[in-house]
């Protein structure tokens, strides 16, 4: 991992903590501001006591990654709950008795209520993040809709603040018409025609920019920009202003909003520079935004063809799974008719659930526990049916959550690959040691067997090469698989985080 991908890691890890880092420093400001104090060591003493003041948060959100991933949800509500609550209130308390006389207690609590109040913020976040950015319509919006969205609604909100101040006197006088922060549903309704002229002509304002903003955005920076480079870019920009704002301005010159203001919304000459300048100035704040959006579009497009691409990879693994395992089970099989056994028909009921379980389950994301162990049971059994020599089994299993899900076919990969290349080829006894342990969060499952030729057995093969595939798709950072050969046994392991 390069130095700048660590250190990225890092600040995510970390991320909320520095925004609660950053609240203690703008509290420590804010402190000496009102103060007029304004010196570095009133600064680092405001900084020290408040670091104090919100020291269970600052480590409770330090850790929170280490939480989330070691303690139950119970035991991690009850240490957030202590930590924002509790211990917070205390040491809340401890610095409005200790602290300076020149230190209010309003510093303490304004800053106990901000930290809870960030935390809040960042829940809702979280949540917004994982349930309703999924939302359909919302998708749909985009960013465009969204800014046209939000133009609509500044307008309606100046409109009522502007038909809130007609006849105010500290608003309105002879000459113009001051727009102060008056909400009057009365003089609304009162002017209603009056708020209309206002919404349509504050509208129309914000469309012209708007309009300049689409441009940009659809043909200039998508078209031009991207396909023929920066100087053409520029020259296109001019080009579109200058055919456009003499046309703009006249239109904003010509509304009569501005009599009522009392001042022009552009010079008062459609042909004046100061409009082109008006305009370009547009243009040229709208440029990160549209190139992010442009970033943000591409980016996408390509995470969903990556998706797309790894979805149809993980069905083609599969696909190569289900013929290994037949393979095998139908040789099984053979072994037996040819025995004529009277388990033959037992057997055939046996593989006919775990073809069912394979054809079903197997297309499955996830399937419980429980399930993918009662599947590799029949397995065993099968084999041990048509085995001529004797094998001595052994299966210790320690589930801790019953409802612990994992991706289907995984552990069976380790299971044939000791039939086939331990178990079956021995002329003597051989062995079979199975060791599954869970709890809520991972799996460790080890597979121990018996091998007589170590220069033939195989540490790879189209099984597990399948499996680390798999594993690299489905649980790409939370597994691991450690294959170790050693004399007359054959170990693997594999862990994974769910």
């Known amino acids: 991992m390069t130095k700048a991908r660590r250190t990225g890691t890092s600040y995510l890890k970390h991320q909320e903590f520095i925004l609660f880092l950053g609240l203690t420093l703008w509290l420590s400001i804010f402190h000496i501001t009102e103060a007029k104090t304004l010196a570095w060591s009133d600064y680092l003493n405001c900084v020290l006591i408040l670091v104090f003041n919100q020291l269970p948060a600052l480590a409770f959100v330090y850790n929170k990654t280490y939480f989330k991933e070691n303690l139950t949800p119970r035991y991690y509500l009850i240490y957030?709950?202590?930590?924002?609550?509790?211990?917070?209130?205390?040491?809340?308390?401890?610095?409005?008795?200790?602290?300076?006389?020149?230190?209010?207690?309003?510093?303490?609590i304004t800053a106990a209520i901000s930290t809870i109040a960030l935390e809040l913020l960042l829940k809702i976040n979280s949540y917004y993040q994982k349930k309703i950015k999924d939302a359909k319509w919302l998708k749909k919006i985009g960013l465009e809709n969204s800014v046209l969205i939000s133009l609509i609604l500044i307008s309606l909100v100046i409109a009522a603040m502007g038909t809130s101040s007609l006849n105010n006197p500290m608003y309105h006088k002879k000459e113009q018409l001051l727009i102060g922060f008056e909400f009057s549903l009365t003089k609304i309704v009162a002017n209603f025609g009056t708020f209309l002229l206002f919404f349509i002509q504050f509208l129309l304002m914000y469309l012209c920019g708007y309009l300049f903003f689409i441009l940009n955005n659809r043909i200039l920076v998508s078209h031009v920009l991207k396909r023929k480079g920066l100087i053409l870019y520029i020259l296109s920009v001019l080009a579109t202003v200058v055919i456009l704002y003499p046309i703009i301005a006249q239109i904003l010159i010509s509304l009569p909003i501005n009599k009522?203001?009392?001042?022009?919304?552009?010079?008062?000459?459609?042909f004046d520079l100061e409009n082109a300048f008006g305009v370009i100035g547009i243009m040229l704040f709208s440029l990160p935004v549209v190139l992010a959006m442009q970033w943000g579009k591409q980016n996408t497009?390509?995470?969903?063809?990556?998706?797309?691409?790894?979805?149809?990879?993980?069905?083609?693994?599969?696909?190569?799974?289900?013929?290994?395992?037949?393979?095998?089970?139908?040789?099984?099989?053979?072994?037996?008719s040819l025995q004529r056994s009277d388990q033959t028909?037992?057997?055939?009921?046996?593989?006919?659930?775990?073809?069912?379980y394979t054809i079903y389950k197997g297309q499955q994301d996830r399937v419980f526990l429980l399930e993918e162990l009662n599947y590799i049971e029949d397995y065993i059994q099968l084999q041990q049916?048509?085995?001529?020599?004797?094998?001595?089994?052994?299966?210790?299993?320690?589930?801790?959550?019953?409802?612990?899900?994992?991706?289907?076919?995984l552990l069976i990969v380790l299971i044939e690959n000791a039939f086939k290349h331990g178990i079956e080829p021995a002329e003597n006894e051989a062995f079979l040691n199975l060791y599954l342990t869970s709890d809520d969060k991972k799996i460790y499952f080890s597979c121990e067997n018996s091998i007589e030729?170590?220069?033939?057995?195989?540490?790879?093969?189209?099984?597990?090469?399948?499996?680390?595939?798999?594993l690299?798709?489905?649980y790409p950072k939370t597994s691991s698989l450690?294959?170790?050969?050693?004399?007359?046994?054959?170990t693997a392991e594999l862990e994974i985080i769910t």
């Not at 609550?85 to 303490?108: E, G, H, V, W």
């Not at 990556?306 to 089970?329: A, G, I, V, Y």
């Not at 028909?345 to 069912?356: N, P």
């Open 301 to 336: 497009h390509i995470l969903s063809l990556e998706m797309e691409k790894s979805q149809t990879e993980l069905d083609l693994l599969k696909q190569q799974l289900n013929p290994h395992f037949f393979f095998n089970t139908l040789n099984n099989l053979y072994g037996l």
């Open 385 to 409: 049916i048509r085995l001529k020599k004797q094998l001595n089994f052994r299966f210790e299993k320690n589930i801790g959550d019953e409802n612990l899900q994992i991706a289907p076919l």
């Open 453 to 470: 030729d170590e220069a033939t057995t195989k540490i790879s093969g189209i099984g597990l090469a399948n499996l680390k595939k798999r």
């Open 482 to 490: 450690k294959i170790n050969l050693h004399p007359n046994r054959y």
């Open 472 to 474: 690299a798709l489905v």
């Open 80 to 108: 957030w709950a202590s930590c924002f609550l509790l211990m917070q209130a205390f040491f809340t308390t401890i610095c409005i008795l200790l602290a300076p006389k020149n230190y209010d207690s309003s510093l303490f």
């Open 260 to 270: 009522t203001l009392g001042r022009a919304i552009f010079s008062s000459n459609a």
């Open 345 to 356: 028909s037992d057997s055939i009921l046996r593989l006919s659930d775990l073809m069912r």
